[in-house]
């Protein structure tokens, strides 16, 4: 076997065992609770872990055996998988750009605006057909309840820097409104309810608190922005690795071809 199909050969082998920890990772991200409640978003990493274990054992196979054929197959499949990667880290990073946090006075944590999130999230993830079921399966999560485990008073929670966006947003009222703390989804005697809309719409009922307001719209996109940011860096990984693997593929597949041609010249059928 000549030097490239060796090197394509490993370099397959290499992306395959790749495809493990991303298809891992991308199952750690569904099963995460705001990943979990958006089935739009549900499941892209884990896909991408497939179609990468797929593909390189295709590569692998055909540059180990010269299977010109599958080498081919595989070359199509590899040009076509990093398009679309391509195409997905870009809207990734577009749609995922704008933050839409703003600092608390006196807060450890931040709050999340709605407005400063992409168009596209707004539109496809929390608008008002999605939302309640969304919100429902919110409320069945652990998200709010474990906070009232993590902190027994309000010094804890106000220097809190670890309190996720989507605990920001829909276990607490927004912070304008002055409510006083109890606990972290117990809240009283409000101050300024004319200070945001949410102000009205925070309920102590734990069922309900504020997963109807749009903080919590704002914190859930802010969780998955800073989840497929961390995607995003995996997807850079993968695309950079599936280029260099398909430059010396598409070497091994020239030099298959040769191979080929040398043998029936030799044996007489040219």
């Known amino acids: 076997m000549a030097l490239a199909n060796n090197l394509t ?8 065992l790749c495809s493990i920890p991303i298809t891992a990772s991308g199952i750690w991200l ?8 958006v089935n739009l978003l549900r499941w ?3 896909v991408l872990g497939v179609l990468i274990l797929v593909v390189s054992a ?6 180990y055996q010269y299977k010109e054929t599958l080498l081919a197959v595989y070359l199509c499949c590899m040009a076509i998988l990093i398009g679309l990667l391509l195409v997905v880290l870009i809207f990734a990073f577009v749609v995922t750009r704008p933050d839409g946090s703003y600092p608390v006075p006196g807060r450890g944590y931040k709050e999340y605006r709605l407005e400063g999130f992409s168009n596209w999230l ?25 906070l009232t485990q993590q902190f027994i008073n309000a010094d804890q929670f106000f220097a809190s820097s670890s309190i996720t966006p989507l605990q920001s947003g829909c276990c607490k009222p927004p912070n304008a409104c002055g409510y006083n703390f109890v606990n972290p989804t117990l809240w009283l005697n409000p101050t300024n309810m004319a200070a945001d809309a949410d102000c009205y719409l ?14 919590c719209k704002a914190g859930l996109l802010g969780n998955l922005r800073k989840d497929w940011r961390k995607a995003n860096l995996i997807l850079i990984i993968t695309v950079v690795i599936l280029i260099w693997v398909y430059v010396i593929a598409c ?8 191979e080929d041609l040398f043998r029936k010249y030799k044996q007489g059928w040219v």
């Not at 295709?58 to 540059?63: E, Q, S």
């Not at 309640?132 to 409320?139: M, V």
């Open 9 to 16: 050969a490993i370099l397959n082998l290499l992306a395959l």
């Open 30 to 37: 569904a099963s995460k609770p705001d990943n979990e409640c």
């Open 44 to 46: 892209p990493v884990v």
């Open 58 to 63: 295709c590569g692998f196979i055909g540059a």
């Open 122 to 146: 707004r539109e496809n993830v929390v608008d008002s057909k999605n939302w309640g079921k969304i919100r429902a399966c919110l409320s069945d999560t652990n998200v709010c309840p474990k």
């Open 202 to 215: 925070w309920s102590n009922d734990q069922s309900q608190l504020c997963y109807n307001c749009n903080s």
């Open 251 to 258: 070497s091994a597949f020239r030099n298959a071809q040769t």
